[in-house]
């Protein structure tokens, strides 16, 4: 039924429909409203009474009645122009009786609501490549710039506002005005005694990037104190501590140490769980490997990438890969000559004014070098990278990869003259996995040693009170120069202990340390040694005496018979320091200060001393009863060649005199090496005496 009335919101009529059935007024969600509905019927209803039945209600596009199906109602589908007719013909004849038809009235449904979702789990080698590659692309386009952007603001000290200029300036003013300035605490370790190895580095930090610098020694050395004083007026620094890498228990702890140590935030270390979760997953459904998951190597090298984009970003050669480090080297002379130039000009000295002609060179010059986009070259803005504790641990499971990759991305940074790189190692082996991954280039080494006897003498009465403790050179002579058993000295005194027994304490530790390390004392670890205990008694009973022992000695010893691999074995130990000497080795000195006290500790037990040396002197034996048959099987054979007479076997009468000559030398040989066995037994019988002795005694 149709009235004059229109609504004010859409302008349309008005219109009402009389009801004739039984409305189903539901709100089931899956159930939406539709200009298509579907009539249920049992009985005869033909398309031109459908149609008069419907028209109604609203202008019809189509009536399409569906194939009957047994013992299933008769069903059509009636579509509407407008979604109004639709709604108005099923809440007004849903459920109708029309000459004896009863009608049930529905909305189509077009599309199913899971459709997609269906579609997308029915083709996984589709979904889920294509949804890893828009991961990735996400990651790529929103989470690496911010990555790196952070990486970029820990290496300038974006955030840090102590390194402001005006911050620095405002505390010069005020609390530096007040207060004393702070003198630089310089450790004992010798500061003053290594000035010249800390303007080593610095010179070489004002070279362009293209080589390492490695700064080896001894544990507790100072090593990184020194390299952190050198460096400390850079204003870009990263500082990697590789022990921390080295020593964590998972793959996951050593990328979340990398990633805080450099900025590399976000990470999202529980993602790597879930794609390898989710490459499982489909591994096992498809068959095939989405990709999602990527391993330990691929995780790290992605770290170190991104913090290669931050620091170029923050180098003043990020555009000079393929220029010459001469080019480069010119271009930081010509700034450290013009910044010595302002500075000479803010503190009113006159500058020398040059020659017209060289002025008009300058400025013809300078208008060809204004079309350069790196003109000059700050020595101080290119960035230093200090990887401290490199190689600390050579053993684990991801120890030697860790390295390798650790050294390539080094050598990416020093061949594309972006920054310089530091490595700090007590590990003697630390060059060779650098030689690999930067060949044919010669690398500036620093070796620290220990400290004097005067500067270990300063740093003990700096921490101690000299007049409560006026005769301490006697203890420090025995405990010697390195650092960290200096300030176990002192802190032990200042707890209350007396100095001789302080000195005592840290000599029995270092005893053994020494038992343990060189005679594998330890039985529960199951190691094995890589060096004879004997080896390494030889060098011990040496060095208790003398300071230092030449290496080619003890190299051409019977004991080693030019073997070389024993000594790198116990310098690896820490047990004995090697030192170079024209770019091989010299001498063999103790690998701590303490360990000649200490050793000298160990041969006052005469116990074990007489049974090292029984050992020894066995070995020995041993070698020459080797000698004494060989040269008894030569005279054998030789001897062959003689008749019972004593002629010569080929005639003539007279043996050669090649032959005689080395009959002679065979039997010289034969009576050293029985001359040796006779004294080798007459010290076996003494030393069993000596160590049946001590055993009776106990």
């Excluded at 310098?571 to 030192?579: G, M």
Aim: with cysteine; charged share 25%.
């Amino acid at each position: 039924m149709g009235h004059g009335h229109y609504m004010w919101f859409n302008l349309q009529k008005v219109r009402a429909f009389l009801v004739k059935g039984s409305p189903f007024l539901e709100d089931m969600a899956s159930r939406y409203p539709n200009k298509k509905i579907r009539i249920e019927y049992v009985g005869d209803l033909g398309i031109e009474g459908l149609y008069e039945l419907f028209r109604k209600y609203g202008k019809i596009v189509d009536i399409i009645q569906l194939p009957p199906v047994k013992d299933m109602p008769k069903q059509a589908i009636v579509q509407y122009k407008f979604m109004r007719s639709s709604t108005s013909a099923k809440n007004c004849l849903h459920g109708a009786d029309v000459n004896g038809v009863k009608i049930h009235v529905s909305f189509e449904k077009t599309l199913k609501g899971n459709a997609i979702w269906t579609w997308l789990s029915n083709h996984p080698r589709i979904t889920v490549p294509l949804g890893a590659f828009m991961i990735a692309g996400t990651s790529l386009v929103i989470l690496d710039p911010i990555r790196v952007f952070s990486m970029h603001a820990k290496i300038t000290q974006l955030f840090n506002v102590n390194e402001y200029p005006l911050l620095k300036w405002l505390r010069k003013e005020t609390v530096g005005r007040l207060t004393r300035t702070p003198v630089d605490p310089l450790p004992a370790t010798g500061w003053h005694e290594r000035e010249q190895e800390k303007e080593k580095l610095r010179v070489w930090l004002r070279n362009p990037p293209e080589t390492f610098a490695i700064v080896q020694g001894p544990r507790g050395a100072g090593k990184t104190d020194m390299v952190q004083y050198a460096i400390k007026e850079k204003t870009h620094k990263v500082f990697i501590r590789c022990d921390e890498l080295a020593n964590a228990r998972s793959e996951g702890e050593i990328l979340t140490n990398l990633a805080g140590q450099v900025g590399y935030i976000p990470l999202f270390q529980f993602m790597n769980n879930l794609d390898n979760m989710m490459d499982m997953a489909v591994t096992a459904t498809t068959g095939q490997k989405a990709g999602l998951s990527a391993n330990f190597e691929g995780q790290l090298k992605k770290i170190l990438d991104a913090l290669t984009i931050a620091i170029q970003q923050s180098s003043p050669t990020k555009n000079m890969s393929n220029v010459s480090p001469e080019v480069i080297m010119k271009k930081i002379e010509a700034t450290v000559e013009k910044k010595a130039h302002k500075a000479e000009e803010a503190s009113g000295n006159d500058v020398p004014t040059p020659p017209t002609d060289s002025k008009r060179k300058a400025k013809a010059k300078l208008k060809e070098k204004k079309k350069e986009e790196n003109k000059w070259c700050d020595p101080d803005d290119i960035p230093v990278v200090v990887l401290d504790g490199f190689m600390s641990r050579e053993k684990g499971p991801h120890a030697r990869e860790l390295w390798t990759i650790l050294a390539e991305w080094a050598a990416i940074l020093a061949e594309n003259h972006i920054a310089h790189v530091v490595f700090i190692s007590n590990n003697v082996a630390a060059p060779k996995p650098l030689s690999r991954a930067l060949p044919n280039m010669t690398f500036e080494t620093i070796v620290l040693s220990d400290a004097t006897l005067e500067s270990a003498m300063e740093f003990v009465n700096k921490n101690l009170d000299h007049e409560d403790y006026p005769d301490l050179t006697e203890h420090v002579k025995v405990i010697g120069g390195r650092l960290t058993d200096l300030e176990m000295f002192v802190q032990k005194v200042k707890l209350g202990m007396e100095p001789n027994d302080a000195k005592n304490d840290i000599l029995g530790k270092a005893v053994v340390e020494v038992r343990k390390s060189a005679f594998d004392f330890e039985t529960g670890d199951k190691r094995s040694l890589s060096w004879s205990p004997i080896q390494f008694w030889a060098i011990m009973k040496a060095l208790a005496t003398v300071e230092a022992i030449s290496y080619d000695e003890l190299k051409i010893h019977p004991l080693f018979r030019g073997d070389e691999a024993p000594f790198g074995a116990m310098e690896q130990a820490e047990l004995i320091t090697i030192t170079q000497k024209h770019g091989r080795p010299f001498s063999v000195r103790p690998g701590k200060p303490i360990y000649r006290a200490a050793f000298q500790e160990i041969l006052l037990d005469d116990g074990f001393a007489a049974v090292m040396d029984l050992e020894t002197v066995t070995f020995l034996e041993k070698v020459e009863m080797t000698n004494i048959t060989k040269w008894e099987g030569e005279l054998r054979e030789l001897s062959h060649l003689l008749h019972q007479d004593g002629s010569w076997f080929f005639g003539g009468g007279r043996i050669p005199k090649e032959v005689d000559t080395r009959v002679k030398w065979l039997m010289k040989k034969l009576a050293e090496s029985h001359a040796k066995v006779e004294k080798y037994e007459q010290d076996m019988g003494r030393l069993k005496e000596a160590v049946l002795s001590q055993n009776v005694q106990q």
